[in-house]
Nanobody, 124 residues
Framework: QVQLVESGGGLVQAGGSLRLSCAASGRTFRNYAMGWFRQAPGKEREFVAAISWSGGNTVYADSVKGRFTISRDNTENTVYLQMNSLKPEDTAVYFC?????????????????WGQGTQVTVSS
C-alpha cells in the first residue's frame, strides 16, 4: 500500500509563495510518475502539474505555467510543488498522486494513490 503525505499548505497573500511537499512510502518511488491536483470549493478536481519517474519530463496546467514548478527527489521519496506569484484563484485543497506508470499523465484516472490533501488559501 502506498502512502502519500502532503505538507506545506497555508495562508498567503496574493503574490506570495508556498512550497508543497509530498512524502511517499510503500513502493519504489523512483519508478513512477507523480502529479499534483487541486480542488476548489464547489469545483471539480483539476490537474496542476506532473513529473516523470526521472524528473526529466514535466507538464503543467496552463493556469499555473510559469508560476509553479514541480520537482522530485528520488533519494528522499518526495515530490515538491513550488508555487510563486500566487493568486486568489489558486485557493484550493492540493493533492499529490502517484501514477500507475513512469510517464507524465494529466488525467486523474491515471493515478493509483492519493494523499489526504493540504489547504492553500490565497488572500487578495
Amino acid at each position: 500500500q502506498v502512502q502519500l503525505v502532503e505538507s506545506g499548505g497555508g495562508l498567503v497573500q496574493a503574490g506570495g509563495s508556498l512550497r508543497l511537499s509530498c512524502a511517499a512510502s510503500g513502493r519504489t518511488f523512483r519508478n513512477y510518475a507523480m502529479g499534483w491536483f487541486r480542488q476548489a470549493p464547489g469545483k471539480e478536481r483539476e490537474f496542476v502539474a506532473a513529473i516523470s519517474w526521472s524528473g526529466g519530463n514535466t507538464v503543467y496546467a496552463d493556469s499555473v505555467k510559469g508560476r509553479f514548478t514541480i520537482s522530485r527527489d528520488n533519494t528522499e521519496n518526495t515530490v515538491y510543488l513550488q508555487m510563486n506569484s500566487l493568486k486568489p484563484e489558486d485557493t484550493a485543497v492540493y493533492f499529490c498522486a502517484a501514477g500507475r506508470g513512469p510517464f507524465v499523465q494529466t488525467s486523474g484516472n491515471e493515478y493509483d494513490y492519493w494523499g489526504q490533501g493540504t489547504q492553500v488559501t490565497v488572500s487578495s
